[in-house]
């Protein structure tokens, strides 16, 4: 069985702030994806990385896959009300193993 | 009507009701899946269809039971649950079953379930 833990499970910090959530996993996976998904709504891909070491950027938010491909880190800087949500990552091999979350709440 | 759509947004049953969640794509996608999201367990996988056939069914309880009539239509149908069923019932589709690392699935908006 794949397992992806996130961490911090919950988040809630002032707006401006910056912040990081992880995503670990002990199994290799051959990509990575990152969705957030909003109260009342589906998970929303943002990101995918493929290559061991990649960095992609998104506005304000930086996605990093770990150079072994079996973890991943989602910065945000300065944090907006709009960036609340439930953030999950997902690893692909044959299937794709999404984590446990991360609840993230922005305090105007 | 765009993307993923599902009905009902909420549902609430009896342990001995029968009822059905339904899910559309218009997106021209050859899979779709069911997920169920609970508040302490990780999105869960619970069925794939690849082309309106069953690929995929992860130790799934019968009291669940797929059907995809074609490749744009998903139902979920529901009978005799356990309170502990309630959650978040997700659909979503993809390009296809297995693809490549860019292989993005699509959701719907959920339903909202809750057994009494």
């Known amino acids: ?108 | 009507e765009t993307g993923v759509t599902q009905t009902p947004r909420h549902l609430v049953m009896g342990m001995t009701n029968k009822k059905s969640l339904k899910c559309e794509q218009h997106l021209g996608h050859n899979a779709m899946y069911w997920y169920k999201q609970s508040a302490k367990k990780p999105l869960e996988l619970m069925f794939v269809y690849s082309l309106e056939e069953r690929v995929e069914n992860n130790s799934v309880p019968s009291r669940f039971s797929p059907e995809c009539p074609n490749s744009s239509h998903l139902f979920l149908h529901l009978h005799t649950l356990q309170p502990e069923d309630s959650a978040l019932y997700l659909c979503a589709s993809s390009q296809d079953w297995r693809g490549g690392s860019y292989n993005e699935q699509f959701f719907g908006p959920g339903t909202r379930l809750t057994v009494l």
């Open chain 1, 1 to 108: 069985t794949q397992l992806l833990e996130q961490s911090p499970q919950f988040l809630s910090i002032q707006e401006g702030e910056n912040l990081t959530v992880y995503c670990n996993s002990s199994s290799v996976f051959s990509s990575l994806q990152w969705y957030r998904q909003e109260p009342g709504e589906g998970p929303v891909l943002l990101v995918t990385v493929v290559t061991g070491g990649e960095v992609k950027k998104l506005k304000r938010l930086t996605f990093q896959f770990g150079d072994a491909r079996k973890d991943s880190s989602l910065h945000i800087t300065a944090a907006q009300p709009g960036d609340t949500g439930l953030y999950l990552c997902a690893g692909r091999n044959e299937k794709l193993t999404f984590g446990t979350g991360t609840r993230l709440t922005i305090i105007p």
